[in-house]
């Protein structure tokens, strides 16, 4: 822009010194990933804009659909899950509707495992089922449960392991093998485990699901979503679903999530290695009648979590002596641990699953799926594990 002097006052102050199009910006390497803050990008030409719309030029146009700053958390994703392409979007359940709209519509069919997420469950039993996709929810601990549910409409199998918040497991190549012998895909919620512990298309899953929210942000600051997968796949999620929906990630969030995966292994390790010390000690107290933790030998399904996962990450769920009151007494005594939904924060979260994040469960499908009322589910964080015994120490005293 040259001679800018010569433009009036309220013109400078949008296109002055210092804007993008300048050479020192095009110049500058800056060594933390930008965040490009914007909604929209600049052409080069008119037939430079018509081909980037028609596909045939990769360039940016528009960040519902790309974003420098979303593309590099995508290819950081990839990389990680062992993926060809990833879409982060909005939030756990934005990526969820995108898959599963992508790949179903009316007159299709899904088989769920029965032990999801309470949103997913509501998306599953409640919105889906209004838009004709009909969802069959399966106990998830018995791979045949999987495929004596599909149908000729079946278009996807899904599978959260761990699940939210009994800490079931899914022998991911018994349900793989079922899925590829019948030409249907599994999506694989890997929320609990992360890449770190758990990398689902290498035992055979079509696509991977994070809420990004939890562990991969990891410090409780941002709601966002990804979704890897197949090239194929992620390109018709994101150029049919998301530009249809709209679930986009902000850049700025985008940002948030490339910070917290630079130190994902080493946090996801120590909230097992917290989680593992805090879950013996439950184990041993009086007023604990179960403890669910995948790293205990008496979890039942502890062989396979030894065979599928790296770790056994940082949720535990229990059962105290005195149930449902005994257990509100100690979420309303916590002082360190901070009462809320959400996990995989630094901080230690603790919640009541029933009335919480599952009360999207009838009272009969909690007891179905093993969703005790009276269970505590506790997110360990990264505070020295001696002061989280300490806090729940007083206030199992006060039961
Ligand atoms: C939180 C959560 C979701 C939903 O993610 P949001 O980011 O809250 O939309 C999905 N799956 C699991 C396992 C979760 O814990």
Known sequence: MSDKKNYGFQTRCIHGHGHVSDGRWRTARPVSCPIVQTSTFAFESAEH???????????????????????ALECRMAALEGGEAALALASGMAACTTAVLTLCGSGDHIVSGDTLYGGTHQLFTHTLPRLGIAVAEVDAT????????????????????PANPTLVLTDLPAVAAIAS??????????TFCTPVLQRPLEMGADIVLHS???????HG??????????????????FETLRDIGGCISPFNAWLLIRGLKTLAVRVRQHGENAMTVAKWLQKHPKVTRVIYPGLPTHPQHELAKRQQAGFGGLISFLIAGGRDAGRTVMNSVELCTLAVSLG???????????????????????????DPAMVRLSVGLED??????????????I
């Open 49 to 71: 804009g018509a081909a980037i719309f028609a596909g045939e030029n990769d360039g940016f146009l528009y960040t519902r659909l790309g974003n420098p700053t979303q593309e």
């Open 142 to 161: 018995d791979p045949a449960n999987f495929e004596r549910a599909i149908t000729p409409a079946t278009k996807l199998l899904y599978v959260e392991t």
């Open 181 to 190: 012998r019948h030409g249907i895909p599994l999506l694989v919620d890997n």
């Open 212 to 218: 990004a929210t939890k562990y991969i942000g990891g």
């Open 221 to 238: 600051d941002a709601i966002a979503g990804i979704l890897v997968g197949s090239s194929e796949f992620i390109t018709r999620a994101r």
């Open 345 to 371: 924060d630094v901080d230690t979260l603790i919640e009541h699953p029933a009335t919480m994040t599952h009360s999207t469960y009838s009272e009969e499908d909690l007891l179905r799926v093993g969703i």
């Open 385 to 398: 594990p001696e002061d989280i015994i300490a806090d729940l120490e007083q206030a199992f005293a006060r």
